[in-house]
């Protein structure tokens, strides 16, 4: 199958990765310039599972595709969410009316950036809890376990979605097709939207956060503010799970000992968040639907200073 | 008159040494071993108004007045919030049932402590604009200039609070009796509930956080919860005044370079802070009148959490 990566960060090198090496015909596309040069340069480097490996696999700017690359059968969309309308931008030329696009970003609301490119039957929704690392530019760190999942949301008919949770399975992704995609991306984004402007702003990995008093409630009132819009949608949450499912989080013997992807973005990095597509979403959805959601306004209000003050890019 | 100062900390070492300049007989009252220890051994020392100097005011611990002092006809309160029971408990023996007591802590609700250890006809409350910073054990630096206003707020005759207006004027201290403190009192609190906090949250000068695009929602949400709450005790603020007050601060050449007082409290010190009587409170009073106060919530719970995971003391 011939499938493009559009956002070649941490993620998108480790599915494009282990595409490559089950045969596709895979193609890589980041903006970021370092990174894709040294692709070009001396290819894809991997620490797999303790083993150091080097794939070729072909690297583009998303300006460089027109002309080089022909139409493809499979995009997987692994932007950071505010570059993805950008992306899709760029992109253009090598979508076909039979492209099939599989968004796996974090976040919510996407979906409605990806139908302004791709018409409903070619839109795959996924969430994968596949996790990887980048160690350099041109470099990855690829360990440990994952699966994914994916859906079309949009048709009725689910072959086109079948047929790339078969690829993505061939190539070790563990991948299956879901009845209620929606329903994972939402509980996901409940863990994302309770630990990272929380961690972020509070400048504590996961664990400290889970130990202290006040935790229990901050995470608690997040998740109903979810719910309540989720449920507008048509996605009844439930909420006792999810919650016990967050605080499972905050063994610091494991996940707990991390900080937020937030916080190595804007603490350790400088950089811009993507809090206006987890909290900030569940606002805007939450004012469209008159459902009140002061926990997830203020939070994403306080992340917002936290860039501003830092003066983050 | 005989003036005591529960709460000799900086305020109170300024309220303490310029009603002793007066000519009253006042004594300090503090639990902070070093402080004490040292005005004790070589009176308080002050830098005031840019002049050195040295006063041999009495100071004391709580826990040894008794006998060593008679009753006092002003207890001016000076602690910190959560140390104000305590401090009442502890110079029972120096009230008399002609004794004043006025309250001049920052925050909210402190009246319903003392009214548990004075009858209300001696209480005044007060709300007062200087500044002063500690320096050292038994060192303060008293600069620039300020003004006091208290009011008897339980009983309709205001004799007692004119006589101690009179006495704070003759020392210098601008006293004025107030005809609706508690006015004072809450828009004090505004200022100090919008921006204490926030600024200790986001680790961040009045200025850099004043200058986010995210502070004007934050500002006015705050100060909306604070007044809907206060409109339930019967005090209306001007609520695009208080705003314009609060931003009035922001400009980086004046009030806004500086931390506010919890910020030095939690992130310079690693103390506990006051946030349990400024939006703490305005979540208690809105729980009790069914108003409600999610951001006054959060940011008392993001405090607590940041208190944890500092370890404060």
């Known amino acids: 199958m011939k499938i493009a990566i559009a956002g070649a960060g941490a993620m998108g090198s ?29 290819g894809l480097k991997a620490n797999f599972n303790g083993e150091d490996i080097v ?16 139409s493809i059968d499979t995009v997987i969309l692994f932007t950071k969410a505010m570059q993805l309308d950008d992306m899709l931008q760029s992109i253009k030329s ?34 994968t809890m596949w996790t990887a690392g980048l160690t350099g530019p041109g470099e ?57 402007g929380t961690c972020t702003i509070l400048d504590s990995n996961i664990a400290s956060f889970g130990a202290s008093k006040a935790a229990d409630e901050i995470v608690r009132t997040i998740i ?9 949608e048509g996605i009844i949450l439930d909420r006792e799970e999810i919650v016990s499912h967050v605080k499972s989080t905050f063994d610091p013997n494991g996940v707990g000992k991390h900080y937020p992807s937030m916080h190595q973005d804007l603490i350790k990095n400088n950089r811009l968040t993507e809090i206006d597509y987890i909290n900030g979403a569940v606002c805007r959805k939450g004012a469209k639907y008159n459902v009140s959601t002061p926990y997830c306004q203020f939070l994403t209000l306080l992340v917002h200073a936290k860039e501003e003050i830092l003066t983050a890019k």
């Open 55 to 70: 794939e070729q696999i072909p690297a583009f700017f998303p300006n460089e595709l027109e002309g080089k690359v022909g």
């Open 140 to 196: 990855v760190k690829l360990f440990g376990n994952g699966e994914v999942e994916l859906q079309n949301v949009y048709s009725s008919g689910k072959e086109s979605g079948l047929e790339v949770v078969k690829v993505l399975s061939e190539a070790g992704l563990n991948a299956k097709y879901s009845e209620n995609v929606k329903y994972s991306i939402w509980r996901k984004a409940c863990v994302n939207g309770t630990l990272n």
């Open 224 to 232: 109903n503010e979810f719910a309540d819009v989720a449920e507008k």
């Open 14 to 42: 480790r599915f494009g990765l282990m595409l490559h090496k089950a045969g596709n015909e895979v193609i890589l596309i980041d903006k970021w310039t370092e990174h894709v040069n040294k692709i070009k340069e001396v």
């Open 94 to 127: 090598i979508l076909s009316k039979d492209t099939k696009v599989l968004c796996l970003l974090n976040g919510l609301g996407h979906e409605d950036t990806v139908k302004m490119y791709v018409s409903e039957e070619n839109i795959l929704l996924g969430n």
